[in-house]
């Protein structure tokens, strides 16, 4: 059954230090998504990216944060700066055009020091 | 504002207690209704879709159902592989994105 691929799976990192958190999204997917989860709370939306642009973003999805699609497989995540409050679990998901339905990938836990 | 909230918060159960999980939604314009198992540690795993109200989707042991206001998770006769945290989302006919609730944490005891 086709997946989402995350790595890595977890990241430990100095405080300002950039990360960049990889994802493979499924393979005739053509909306790619990162949500971000801190421990006990809610799913939260950062952003959407279709046709290698962002479609949508939020209010947490600032300056410190871009997303790219280098190739044809890869969709990633950078951070440029991180700060202790960007600790949380990154998940990439991934949806077909025109289906609200989204696959997830397992996350990635980023561990700010 | 697209707004999902869960109750209970956390349910306890005996193996082969039947209950139910609520998730009441206010949407602009729903799009779609998800729900997601996620276990501890892991990425939320598709469950089911609903997009209007009045329908209903099975499988195994679960069963949900929606109206214009909320939607039921029913758990029939749950087992311990159950346990798990269930999560709610929706999206409007104007975004990409889910926008979830914080969930129910399930624990079924044998």
């Known amino acids: 059954e086709p997946e989402v691929t995350q790595t890595p799976s977890h990241q430990v990192t100095q405080m300002g230090q950039e990360v960049i958190l990889r994802c493979v999204p499924i393979?005739?997917?053509?909306?790619f998504y990162w949500y971000r989860q801190i421990l006990g709370q809610k799913v939260e939306f950062l952003v959407s990216?279709?046709?290698?642009?962002?479609?949508?973003k939020s209010e947490i999805f600032d300056d410190q944060f871009s997303v790219e699609r280098p190739d044809g497989s890869n969709f990633t995540l950078k951070i440029r700066s991180t700060k202790l409050e960007d600790s949380a679990m990154y998940f990439c998901?991934?949806?077909?055009?025109?289906?609200?339905?989204?696959?997830f990938g397992a996350g990635t836990r980023l561990s700010v020091l | 504002e697209d707004q999902v909230t869960q109750s209970p918060e956390a349910l306890r159960l005996q193996e082969g207690e039947s209950s139910s999980l609520n998730c009441s939604y206010t949407?602009?314009?729903?799009?779609?209704l998800f729900w997601y198992r996620q276990d501890p540690g892991k990425g939320p795993e598709f469950l089911f879709t609903?997009?209007?109200a009045g329908e209903e989707k099975e499988k195994e042991r679960l069963k949900a159902t929606l109206t214009k206001k909320e939607s039921f998770l029913h758990i029939t006769a749950p087992k311990p592989e159950d346990s798990a945290t269930y999560l709610c989302?929706?999206?409007?006919?104007?975004?990409?994105?889910?926008?979830f609730g914080t969930g129910t944490r399930l624990l079924v005891s044998p």
């Open positions: 998901a991934s949806s077909e055009v025109n289906r609200a339905l989204q696959y």
């Open positions: 393979s005739n997917h053509l909306y």
């Open positions: 990216f279709y046709n290698n642009e962002i479609s949508e």
């Open positions: 949407v602009s314009g729903l799009r779609g």
């Open positions: 609903l997009y209007s």
């Open positions: 989302a929706v999206a409007n006919t104007g975004f990409q994105k889910l926008v």
